[in-house]
């Protein structure tokens, strides 16, 4: 019987830095549907980082090799552009995500990101997860149809807006045309 640690549970609760990393998980729609216990295995698997103001987190190019959980603070995730300046894709915080394709397959990072306030985030490697995957496979099967849709839902919403791009397109050109007429 451990009494320090009874008596530290007693007085000042239970360790609020592991809850907080149990809130971020419970709360990402990626680990959508896996009970407490399996949770608290993948916890387990979390590697804690922080970036100051304006620390890169990644780098476009890079080899991806883990996915990053915003325990706290704001990232920038953007493309680098020829001109020096970025081209902002999405501004993220605290109990977003980003780097998620990097826990199923190996590919370079095609964008880079940047903590915009002090940050902290959880970090998931893909070696680390494809082990507790295997060992844990109704849990990783349920993670990965979770990655799917997510994709899914992407892709559709690119089409979407490729198509409405056309259509505009369209439109621009045959004003272009009436007015040279």
């Known amino acids: 019987m451990d009494l320090k640690k009874i008596g530290k549970e007693l007085f000042s609760g239970p360790d609020s830095e592991s809850e907080k990393q149990l809130e971020v998980l419970k709360n990402c729609p990626l680990f959508e549907g896996l009970p407490g216990k399996e949770l608290k295995n993948l916890q ?54 980003f780097g998620e394709l990097a826990i199923c397959e190996e590919h370079r990072r095609s964008a880079s990101s940047v903590a915009l306030i002090p940050t902290k985030v959880l970090v998931l490697f893909r070696q680390e997860f494809l082990s507790y995957a295997r060992q844990n496979k109704e849990a990783g099967f349920t993670i990965l149809v979770n990655l799917a849709a997510m994709v899914g839902t992407r892709l559709k919403n690119i089409n979407d807006r490729f198509f409405e791009l056309i259509e505009e397109n369209k439109k621009l050109r045959n004003q272009l045309e009436k007015n040279e007429e």
Do not use: C, W
């Open 44 to 97: 387990e698997l979390l590697h804690e980082r922080n970036f100051d103001h304006d620390e890169i987190i990644v780098n476009q190019g890079e080899p991806a090799s883990a996915m990053f959980l915003i325990e706290s603070g704001e990232v920038l995730i953007y493309k680098p552009q020829p001109d020096g300046e970025p081209r902002e894709i999405t501004r993220l915080k605290a109990g977003d995500f």
